[in-house]
């Protein structure tokens, strides 16, 4: 399966510039790029709320510690807030993620009449689904996007991480003054409104990857950049004296 577009009419401006740097990218980074994996969009928006602010092997620890000691989601909701704490030990501030996490769990109970599943999410629209997800507290753009995206619903949202976020401010895609948070509409705007779950992963993934592996947030490694003739700041770097850089 290619993830690369095919087109029944060539678009414009930014969003030709997106596809184009999605092509590019897709073809440096290998898509369609394999799913990390695929768990209940329940455990995905816990997941996601614990690695705001922390690295993935932390987050991830702290996941697998939180469900090794409590063995339900209710569970964590109605234990003892310093229990929670404890178990998610390995994260930044889990003194604020612990009762985040159980204000969270017990919205959604209240939400869904008595019930702790977000598997009801597979039968809404994305915007829907999105829009319900943020009305719960703490849970943001990035958040509702992954819980939709990386779950096994597997619905074409796109979350922007700050690498992706620098990537495409680097790019011009979106300006500058642009915060993570509204750049998710910006940058979803512009894929095709068709785009399946795979194509939308694949975008993020790529330009993630592209963050992490050359466009660095100090020193970006422009001299080997797959889409460095779409980037003004790369072209602006590379031309200017090495003492400006």
């Not at 993935?56 to 063995?71: D, I, M, V």
């Not at 807030?81 to 604020?96: G, K, L």
């Amino acid at each position: 399966m290619s993830s690369l577009p095919l087109f029944p009419e060539a678009p414009t401006g930014l969003s030709a510039k997106a596809l184009r740097v999605h092509e590019r990218l897709c073809a440096e980074y290998g898509c369609p790029i394999p799913w990390f994996r695929s768990q209940d969009p329940l455990s995905e928006l816990v997941s996601a709320l614990l690695s705001h602010r922390t690295r993935n092997a932390s987050s991830g620890a702290a996941f697998r510690q939180l469900r090794a000691r409590f063995p339900t989601w209710e569970a964590v909701r109605d234990a003892p807030c310093v229990e929670v704490r404890e178990a998610i030990s390995p994260v930044t501030w889990p003194e604020q993620k612990a009762p985040r996490i159980q204000q969270v769990l017990r919205s959604i109970t209240g939400r869904r009449g008595g019930e702790l599943s977000l598997d009801f999410l597979a039968e809404l629209p994305v915007r829907e689904a999105r829009d319900w997800l943020e009305h719960l507290p703490g849970v943001g753009p990035k958040s509702s996007a992954a819980t939709l995206l990386f779950s096994r619903l597997r619905k074409p949202a796109l979350p922007v991480d700050s690498h992706h976020h620098r990537v495409a401010v680097r790019l011009g895609l979106i300006p500058e003054i642009t915060a993570v948070g509204p750049a998710h509409r910006l940058l979803e705007a512009q894929l095709p409104p068709d785009w399946d779950a795979q194509r939308v992963y694949d975008n993020h993934e790529a330009l993630m990857l592209h963050g992490q592996r050359c466009c660095f947030y100090r020193e970006p490694a422009c001299q080997r950049c797959a889409v460095l003739d779409l980037c003004p700041t790369g072209q602006a770097l590379i031309a200017a004296p090495l003492g400006r850089r």
